[in-house]
């Protein structure tokens, strides 16, 4: 499966953007999809994965309550809303793919789009 990120930008703290991932291919309904984040001189760290049929999801901490994965089988897509972002937000979001179970690993997922600029100034 290929995966295309979108939807990064600028925002002001205390801002909304919601980021996309579109995924190629027939079987995207058979994949748990991951959201993960690098800011500068950090680690790529995990930020929300969904299970294949959006039953189930998991956050990382800093992010839950603001955040919310979602996606569209139909449309081959994973979206990531993000609220109430705070500048230590800011990095490149990755979103990739794997199957299986929801895991927050990197080292889990197979399937990785390009990434996308998240930059919150405070």
């Known amino acids: 499966v290929q995966l295309q990120a979108s939807g990064g930008g600028f925002v002001q703290a205390g801002g909304s953007l919601r980021l996309s991932c579109a995924a190629s291919?027939?079987?995207?309904?058979?994949?748990?999809m991951g959201w993960f984040r690098q800011a500068p001189g950090k680690d790529r760290e995990f930020v929300a994965a969904?299970?294949?049929?959006?039953?189930?999801?998991d956050y990382t901490n800093s992010v839950q309550g603001r955040f919310t994965i979602s996606r569209d089988n139909a449309k081959n897509t994973v979206y990531l809303q993000m609220n109430s972002l705070k500048p230590e937000d800011t990095a490149v979001y990755y979103c990739?793919?794997?199957?299986?179970?929801?895991?927050?690993?990197?080292?889990?997922?197979?399937?990785w789009g390009q990434g996308t600029l998240v930059t919150v100034s405070s």
């Open positions: 969904i299970s294949w049929n959006g039953g189930s999801t």
């Open positions: 990739a793919a794997r199957r299986g179970n929801i895991a927050t690993s990197m080292k889990s997922y197979d399937y």
């Open positions: 291919g027939r079987t995207f309904n058979t994949y748990i």
